[in-house]
């Protein structure tokens, strides 16, 4: 994305706006492809034969809207995590374009910030999202595993009620348990917003071709494409931090290094890719979706510059 690296330039919240839209983007398309994938994360080995037997029994034990356990925190929390993912993107970008971290746009009219630091600014934003993430997703992952048809049964009523339960047993920094992994995780929009750019330049320089392609259409496919770049580096540490906030409430909290050792001891290096199905199958409509509705906004709210 291209960036004007004048010190004109000031912090917006222009990316916090359009995040809450990508957020909300995601938890519509995609829980329910997120529901299949923590449970065949965090199931004991052998409970399912893979995404289709875990659908399969879990559409038939708890009815379809088992699919959406779960659902309620990051319906609020994702737009809210987005909105600070995305928000600070857009101002860790203005920050290192004033860094002098640019170079001369394919025009030769300007400067746009290098692919190096759109990674950058990827890295520091996930590390910065995952401080509001971590209790949303603990929250989610523990609700998402409750295998009951009845709620009565359930050990967690709802988001509220989890919550509490964990402040109750662990205090208030137990909603931050896995924040390691949740970083760790993070780190992978490095390589998200990295492939996002670079994407969309090589998309830009088919303008004036017979392929040119719409900037909308741009943004679709390059959220997209991106999506397994960032989940091809990143579902290890998914099924890391997974472990961690799916662990009964009253054991012990466990660290990245004790789960990472268990997980190759016990299951090998294909224990780190559990739920890659479902994750495939999700990763494009849900991101292209998410960005589209992101550059969207931000176009609408004039805070982007014509790409170069």
């Known amino acids: 994305m291209a960036q004007d690296a004048g010190g004109g330039n000031h912090l917006r919240l222009a990316g916090a706006v359009a995040g809450v ?19 065949l994360q965090c199931a004991p080995p052998g409970t399912y034969k893979g995404a289709i037997d875990c659908l399969v029994k879990t559409v038939r034990n708890e009815s379809v809207f088992a699919l959406y356990k779960g659902a309620s925190p990051p319906a609020v929390g994702w737009a809210a995590i987005d909105s600070v993912l995305l928000g600070s993107l857009h101002n860790y970008r203005l920050f290192l374009a004033r860094q002098g971290m640019t170079e001369p746009t394919r025009k030769g ?28 997703e603990i929250l989610k992952v523990k609700l998402q595993l ?8 359930r050990q967690f009523k709802g988001p509220i009620d989890c919550a509490k339960q964990v402040i109750r047993v662990h205090g208030l920094r137990g909603l931050w348990q896995g924040l390691g992994g949740s970083l760790l995780f993070r780190s992978g929009f490095f390589f998200m917003f990295l492939s996002i750019e670079g994407l969309m330049r090589s998309f830009a320089r088919l303008d004036g071709t017979r392929f040119e392609i719409s ?13 397994f770049t960032f989940w091809g580096f990143s579902i290890p540490a998914d099924n890391v931090k997974n472990r961690i906030m799916g662990a009964p409430l009253q054991s012990s909290p466990m660290s990245v290094r004790s789960v990472i050792r268990h997980v190759y001891h016990t299951e090998g290096v294909t224990g780190f890719y559990r739920g890659f199905t ?4 999700r990763a494009f409509p849900v991101n292209a979706s998410a960005y589209y509705v992101y550059e969207s906004l931000m176009v609408l709210l004039n805070a982007e510059k014509t790409r170069a």
Not at 21 to 33: I, L, Y
Not at 113 to 130: E, Q, R
Not at 146 to 153: A, G, K, L, Y
Not at 215 to 227: E, I, K, Q, R, T
């Open 146 to 153: 409750q295998m009951e048809r009845s709620v009565e049964q």
């Open 215 to 227: 900037p909308s259409f741009a943004s679709f496919l390059s959220g997209g494409l991106a999506s």
């Open 278 to 281: 479902p994750v495939v199958l």
């Open 21 to 39: 839209g990508s957020g909300v983007t995601k938890v519509a398309v995609g829980h329910g492809f997120d529901t299949i994938k923590t449970r």
């Open 109 to 136: 009219d300007g400067r746009r910030l290098t692919l190096l630091g759109h990674g950058i600014a990827g890295l520091f934003a996930g590390w910065t999202s995952a401080l509001l993430s971590n209790p949303i």
